[in-house]
């Protein structure tokens, strides 16, 4: 049932997500959407338009148990809406979708400023050079994907009129089945290769860069609560 009739439908969008092939939707409230997939804070009950899990929102065509528990491991509307958000896309409207942007760009242009050096000269360009380089090969920011995993690939677009470099680690990594699709979303940013396995794990190699290190790997461990076999290679 709708919980929220009050609200603005203007405010109301679609956060979407693919698991193992297949797209899971749920309907949530814009703004709080956009805050939790920002912060990792709030309410999810308060989040969601409605507490089911749709196969095709527009369609009204909701998910059956048997189909969740088959891609997400579990049936728990929350647990699932609370990945949808993390790790899914959210719709966004035009001008939210412009200050994310702006928003995100400018992050991207502190994390590449405090992670890269020049290696010419071993030393950390101006956040006002590495945007000055974004601008003239014309980089297009994409609101929804992380900062990292955007920023590494502006690193080598850039590099092609501006020296620069990041120390990453790679990472191999095995991942049981019973939390390979809560895991993904984590890895997917850092991939170099993945292989799902017969019985369900995931079997991946990763390039993680020295900056987010820490963050991988707590990330990594909450969910797998250390049952992901990791070693450097």
Request: hydrophobic share 40%; aromatic share 6%.
């Amino acid at each position: 049932m709708d919980r929220k009739n009050s609200i603005d439908h203007r405010e109301q969008t679609v956060a979407r997500i693919k698991a193992k092939g297949t797209a899971f939707e749920i309907l949530v409230d814009t703004k709080k959407g956009m805050e939790f997939k920002k912060t990792k804070k709030g309410n999810i009950q308060q989040i969601l338009i409605f507490d089911g899990i749709f196969r095709d929102y527009k369609k009204g065509i909701r998910a059956g148990k048997d189909e969740l528990e088959t891609h997400f491991d579990t049936d728990d509307h929350y647990e699932i809406a609370t990945r949808i958000l993390l790790d899914g896309e959210i719709q966004v409207p035009m001008e939210l979708k412009a200050k994310a942007r702006d928003d995100k760009e400018k992050a991207i242009v502190t994390w590449l400023a405090t992670s890269c050096i020049n290696p010419q000269t071993n030393l950390q360009h101006p956040p006002a050079r590495i945007k000055s380089a974004m601008d003239e090969v014309g980089v297009k920011i994409d609101e929804v994907k992380t900062i990292e995993s955007q920023a590494i690939q502006i690193m080598k677009l850039i590099n092609k009129i501006l020296p620069i470099k990041i120390e990453v680690k790679r990472l191999a990594i095995k991942i049981p089945a019973t939390n390979a699709a809560k895991t993904y979303g984590i890895v997917k940013d850092f991939l170099v290769k993945e292989e799902w396995l017969s019985d369900g794990s995931l079997s991946c190699v990763v390039d993680v860069p020295q900056a987010s290190m820490m963050a991988f790997y707590d990330r990594l461990n909450a969910v797998t609560h250390g049952t992901a076999v990791v070693r450097e290679i």
